[in-house]
């Protein structure tokens, strides 16, 4: 059974920075992506930024947080991380760590319990 368990969540100032930390265990199969989300209240999960699990790494992440935000991953400690540099109130969120697997022709998403970001002053 696959389990997320994030850290590093709190409050901080509006140009602040925080850093975000997931550890995935119970994991079957070798993930195909691993990634960040986010849902503020009122609105729709949405995609903050992901990194492939093979050699190559690669990341995407949403606009709105481009040059902010990085993600890294440490495959031998099965953890993701995401810095966050430069905050803005509309970081304010509960940020979600997720697995991505697919298996042959299926894809499962699964998620940690989530973590508060609130950047206010």
């Known amino acids: 059974q696959v389990q997320l368990v994030e850290s590093g969540g709190g409050s901080v100032q509006p140009g602040g920075s925080l850093r975000l930390s997931c550890a995935a265990s119970?994991?079957?199969?070798?993930?195909?992506?691993m990634g960040w989300y986010r849902q503020a209240p009122g609105k729709e999960r949405e995609l903050v930024a992901t990194?492939?699990?093979?050699?190559?790494?690669?990341?995407k992440y949403a606009d709105s947080v481009k040059g902010r935000f990085t993600i890294s991953r440490d495959n031998r400690r099965n953890m993701v991380y995401l810095q966050m540099n430069s905050l803005k109130p509309e970081d304010t969120a509960v940020y979600y760590c997720?697995?991505?697997?697919?298996?042959?022709?299926?894809?499962?998403?699964?998620w940690g319990q989530g973590t508060q970001v609130t950047v206010s002053s």
């Open positions: 997720n697995e991505n697997q697919r298996i042959g022709t299926r894809e499962y998403d699964y």
């Open positions: 119970g994991s079957m199969f070798w993930p195909n992506s």
């Open positions: 990194i492939t699990s093979d050699d190559d790494g690669s990341t």
